[in-house]
C-alpha cells in the first residue's frame, strides 16, 4: 500500500489495524502434514486461497490417486512423518496435523505401524514444534473414540465416555491427551473431531459411508449397505471440515487451547439406512441392499454443541447431504466416473497400499524401499 499526499490519510489506528490484518495473512506460514489426501488436497487450496504461505509434508503414497488435476504446492516436503526433523518445523508459524492412516480399516492393517504413524509422531511433531517455536498445533482427530454408545443422548467431548474399539481410534485419543499435557500460552494445541466426511476431493475417497452410497449407487444403480442398517453416524462435508480446522488457527487462543471440538452440522446425526436413502433419492432408480455383515461394529450419535457455542464466529458450515449428492454426481458426470473408478485403488485407500505392498514400493510397515 502506497500513501501519496493527494490520498486522505486514514486515522492512525485504523492504518495500523489494516496494515497488521494484511501481514497476518501474508505472513502466517502453516505447516500442513498429510497435504496431498483427501481432505489435505482441499484445505491446502482453502489456504492458499486465505492468502496463508502453505508448506506441505507427505510421504505422496496418494499422489496418483486424483480423479482431476491437483494443483501442487512449490514449496512441498516429500517424507514419512515418522521421519520428520526439527528443520522441517523451523520458521514455521503453525501446523495442521492431518498425516495418519486416516480410518478403521488402514489402522488395523498393521497395529503397531499404526500406533508408531498416529500416535508416536504425532508426539514427536509436536515436541519439535513446541521445541522452534511454532504457536499453533491443529490435531485433525476422529469421532471413532466414541466407538460403540449404548446411551441415546449425544455425546460431548468432555464427559462423555471414550471406547475406542480399534488401532487407530486409541492411538487418535491417546494422542489428544497429550497434545493437551504440551499445551501452554505459547504453544497452543487444539484437536478436531470431524464427523464422517463426504464430499468432492481430487484424490476422491469412496471408502466413506456417503461417498460410497452415492458412488455405488451412480456406477451400479444400487446400493449395497454391508450392515443392517441401525449403525448411526455424523455426517460434515470437507470444506465445512476445512473451515473449522482453519478455525483452529485463526480464532484467539482462550478459545481453542487444549480443547476438542465435535465437527458436524446441526441435526447431523444419521442412521446408515437413513444416508443410504438421501443417497439413493440423488440417483432415480437406484436400488437398497442390506447385506447384513456387520463389519462396522461403530454408533453413536455426536453433540455440536460447544463448535457451535464457542466457535460460532469462525465455523458456519453450510453444505447438507442434498447438496454434497447433487455435488458428487456433477463431479462424477465430470470425470466420466465408472464402476472401476469406485471400487479401485485410485478411491480405496486400503486397496492404494495394498497395491503399493505388493509392488514392493513400500515395505509391510509401510516404509518405501525404492524411489
Known amino acids: ?82 521421519d520428520v526433523s526439527i528443520k522441517d518445523v523451523k520458521n514455521i508459524d503453525g501446523i495442521i496435523h492431518l498425516a495418519a492412516l486416516s480410518n478403521d480399516p488402514l489402522g488395523e492393517l498393521v497395529p503397531k505401524v499404526t500406533e508408531d504413524i498416529n500416535y508416536k509422531s504425532t508426539i514427536k511433531l509436536a515436541s519439535l514444534a513446541k ?6 498445533f491443529v490435531n485433525v482427530s476422529s469421532q471413532s473414540m466414541y466407538g460403540v454408545s449404548d446411551i441415546d443422548e449425544e455425546l460431548d467431548e468432555e464427559h462423555s465416555k471414550k471406547n475406542p474399539l480399534t488401532a487407530y481410534a486409541a492411538t487418535k485419543w491417546k494422542s489428544e491427551i497429550e497434545l493437551n499435557q504440551m499445551s501452554d500460552d505459547n504453544f497452543v494445541v487444539t484437536s478436531f473431531r470431524p464427523s464422517t466426511v463426504f464430499g468432492v476431493s481430487p484424490r476422491l475417497r469412496c ?14 444403480g444400487k446400493i449395497e449397505i454391508l450392515s443392517d442398517g441401525t449403525p448411526r453416524r455424523p455426517v460434515v462435508h470437507i470444506k465445512d471440515v476445512c473451515q473449522a480446522i482453519i478455525a483452529g488457527i485463526k480464532a484467539p487462543k482462550e478459545l481453542v487451547n487444549k480443547k476438542s471440538f465435535n465437527v458436524g ?13 438421501i443417497a439413493q433419492k440423488s440417483i432415480p432408480g437406484s436400488q437398497l441392499f442390506f447385506l447384513k455383515k456387520h463389519t ?17 464466529n469462525f465455523y458456519k458450515p453450510q453444505w447438507n447431504l442434498d447438496m454434497g449428492a447433487k455435488e458428487l454426481i456433477d463431479y462424477f458426470k465430470r470425470v466420466k466416473f465408472t464402476e472401476d473408478d469406485f471400487r479401485g485403488r ?13 509392488e514392493n514400493f513400500i515395505s509391510n510397515e509401510l516404509k518405501k524401499t525404492r524411489i
Open 207 to 220: 471408502d466413506i459411508v456417503f461417498n460410497y452410497f452415492v458412488a455405488c449407487a451412480y456406477t451400479t
Open 265 to 277: 452440522i446441526k441435526d447431523g446425526n444419521f442412521t446408515i439406512k437413513e444416508l443410504a436413502e
Open 296 to 312: 462396522d461394529a461403530r454408533s453413536y450419535k455426536v453433540s455440536f454443541s460447544r463448535i457451535f457455542d464457542q466457535l460460532g
Open 346 to 358: 485410485k478411491c480405496n485407500r486400503l486397496k492404494q497400499l495394498q497395491y503399493l505392498i505388493s
Open 1 to 82: 500500500m502506497t500513501i501519496t499526499s493527494q490520498e486522505p490519510l486514514i486515522a492512525p489506528i485504523h492504518f495500523f489495524f489494516l496494515i497488521a490484518v494484511f501481514q497476518i495473512k501474508k505472513i502466517m506460514k502453516i505447516l500442513v502434514t498429510g497435504n496431498n489426501g483427501y481432505i489435505g488436497t482441499v484445505l491446502t487450496e482453502i489456504l492458499y486461497n486465505q492468502n496463508f504461505d502453505v508448506v506441505g509434508l507427505d510421504n505422496n503414497y496418494f499422489e496418483q490417486c486424483n480423479l482431476t488435476k491437483v494443483n501442487n504446492l512449490s514449496n512441498q516436503i516429500i517424507k514419512d512423518i515418522r
Open 131 to 136: 521445541k522452534t517455536g511454532v504457536k499453533r
